[in-house]
Each structure stands twice: as structure tokens, then as C-alpha cells.
């Protein structure tokens, strides 16, 4: 079973911020938080990780609590290409790991 | 770069056929993973592959084998395809503490 929990679906006005929570209480210590999104079929696409730190890239911003049961994702201007199913995963980061999905956020963008 | 290559792109089969989905990665990972994704649904993990020699079932292994070829290629086969197996399928790699990368998915179709 995936070892994060989601909203299934959030809507988001184009140019706010859009705040994607993910609830992972029994993360480990050596876990890391990823995030990946897929638009319509594609293959998912790789947006940002973090171990304890927030995190910050060219496309988003990651925010994990300092208990690290939880985190968020922030798209800071979302735009309607934004429109797409994100997934927050944990993972050591190991070479055997079984890297399991949820069923993730669908993130709707209104013009 | 290539990245991930998954061939075909598209498949119909009759129930019963057999077929291999091919995927190769140009990026000198370690880890290689097969994942299904049904209508509407989340990615599910059928077998992965840590290294060279070595495959573990995932969450959805039941009438499906793989075979890892070497460093570079992870096929997936179906012995005798179901309508059940209908579905999108990726093909995804990853090196040690880094993350996956996604082939464009083979759309398969069992009538």
C-alpha cells in the first residue's frame, strides 16, 4: 500500500498559489518526499524532493513539517498548463527500492 | 538523450496472445520499474529490477514476467493476455538517490 495520503481532487485560480498537502505519518527517518505530476497520459514528470528541508526549484516549492509527517507542495503562480495528477511519494532512495504510487491529486487550474 | 524507450507505443491483442513490451534507458541506472495505469486510476507497480540479474514482484505481478537483459533493458511479458490487462503501461528508471524517469507509456488493448 502507498504509505502518503492526498486530496483527490483541488481546484486552484490561475495565478494564485496553488497548495498541494500530502500526509505521510509514518515516514522514516532515511525516507525522502518526492513529487511528480502527469499531464493527461504522459509518462509522470519528476517536480521535487526533499529529506527534511524545505526545498525550492524552477518549478515549485516543498515545505515538510518538522515532524515530517506531512508536506506541501506550492506551484507559486499556477498557470492552466499546471492542470495535471500529482503524486507525492516516499522512498529511501536506495537501488531496491518498491516504489509504490497512490492514487494522487488531480489539480484542476480555472481559467 | 533519449532517457526511457518503451516500444510499441500501441498494441491491440485477442485474448490469449502473448507479447513482450520493450523498455531501455541510455542513462546508466541501476533500478528499473514496470507500472500499469487502469482508466482513471494511479500507477501500480508490477515488477521491478535493483540491478543487472535481479527482479522483484511489486504490487500487481499476476500474469505478467520480466526479464533484465542487461543494465540497459526491462522487458515485460505477457504469456496469455486478458482483457484485464487492458491498460497504459510505463516503463521507468532510476540511479541510486535520484529520481524516476518515465518512458512515454505503450497503450495496450486485449479484446
Known amino acids: 500500500d502507498a504509505k502518503t495520503t492526498q486530496p483527490t481532487s483541488m481546484d486552484c485560480a490561475e495565478g494564485r498559489a496553488a497548495n498541494l498537502p500530502c500526509n505521510h505519518s509514518t515516514i522514516s527517518g532515511n525516507e525522502y518526499v518526492y513529487w511528480y505530476r502527469q499531464i493527461h497520459s504522459q509518462g509522470p514528470q519528476y517536480i521535487i524532493h526533499?529529506?527534511?528541508n524545505n526545498e525550492t526549484n524552477e518549478m515549485a516549492s516543498l515545505i515538510i513539517t518538522e515532524d515530517r509527517k506531512s508536506s506541501t507542495l506550492i506551484l507559486p503562480h499556477a498557470t492552466l498548463r499546471d492542470t495535471a495528477v500529482y503524486y507525492c511519494i516516499v522512498r529511501v532512495g536506495n537501488r531496491d527500492d518498491k516504489i509504490i504510487f497512490g492514487k494522487g491529486t488531480r489539480l484542476h487550474i480555472l481559467p | 538523450n533519449a532517457g526511457v524507450t518503451q516500444t510499441p507505443k500501441f498494441q491491440v491483442l485477442k485474448t490469449g496472445q502473448s507479447m513482450t513490451l520493450q523498455c531501455a534507458q541510455d542513462?546508466?541506472?541501476?533500478?528499473m520499474y514496470w507500472y500499469r495505469q487502469d482508466p482513471g486510476m494511479g500507477l501500480r507497480l508490477i515488477y521491478y529490477?535493483?540491478?543487472?540479474?535481479?527482479?522483484d514482484k511489486g504490487e500487481v505481478p499476476n500474469g505478467y514476467n520480466v526479464s533484465r537483459l542487461n543494465k540497459r533493458e526491462f522487458s515485460l511479458r505477457l504469456e496469455s493476455a486478458a482483457p484485464s490487462q487492458t491498460s497504459v503501461y510505463f516503463c521507468a528508471s532510476s540511479g541510486d538517490n535520484s529520481p524516476l524517469h518515465f518512458g512515454n507509456g505503450t497503450r495496450l488493448t486485449v479484446t
Open positions: 526533499g529529506l527534511k
Open positions: 529490477s535493483a540491478s543487472e540479474g535481479t527482479t
Open positions: 542513462m546508466n541506472h541501476n533500478s
